[in-house]
């Protein structure tokens, strides 16, 4: 936030301003105030897997700046479980459709599903007991609650959905209760449990030292070797 704070490049400028306990960017420009145009700001603790490199979506507005290649994003398998480990508290329509659209669209459909499964219930565990290193913190959100493929499997109706902005994404929009549908049809490897699977699910808050293991060992893993509690 400091880096962006006070920052100005060729005549627009930019300050931080903190509401909500959220930071927002806001703007000044040449051309005078932008109104209500602010940007937020999400700044979590890191991924735990190795992130790829995304090349940009062309557009014309590219060719202004000098940007780079490509960009570092989060890979899709910490994605698609991250949206798993959301869906285990509420159900945003916008997660079902966009789990849906990767496990339907290839290439994207190639995401490794047991990795998937295995980041879902440790990441529904650290959200439920969370989890610390010296630098970072995983705080748990309201509503957390230990994986469960039945429940987190069940076929949840259309009223269920607390964000129904769909049509933003998607025109005509998708119906609910199909989309529900997919979802559990894409997503039933979530019940394939191993035995590694089930020693993560089981392990309680006592019992940190389970998942953090498990964390620590995650093939393409970033904590391997960072102090965990």
Sequence with gaps: MDAIDGYSVDGFSHRVETRRGRPNVLYDTPFGAPGNLTTKLDVGPPVWLETTERPWAPLP???AYDLPDSIPVMSLEENVAEKIARLNRVTPARDVYDLVWIATTSPHSQFNRALVRRLAILKCW???HGLHAPHAEWAGPPGAAVFDPDRWLRMRAAREFDDESIGVLATPAPDLNTLATDLCAQF???RELDED???ALSAGG?????PIRHIQSLDGGTLDGVQLW
Aim: a neutral charge.
């Design 197 to 199: 699977d089930r020693e």
């Design 126 to 128: 650290v959200d439920t």
């Design 61 to 63: 507005i590219h060719r």
């Design 188 to 190: 039933a490897f979530l």
């Design 206 to 210: 006592g019992r940190r030292d389970i």
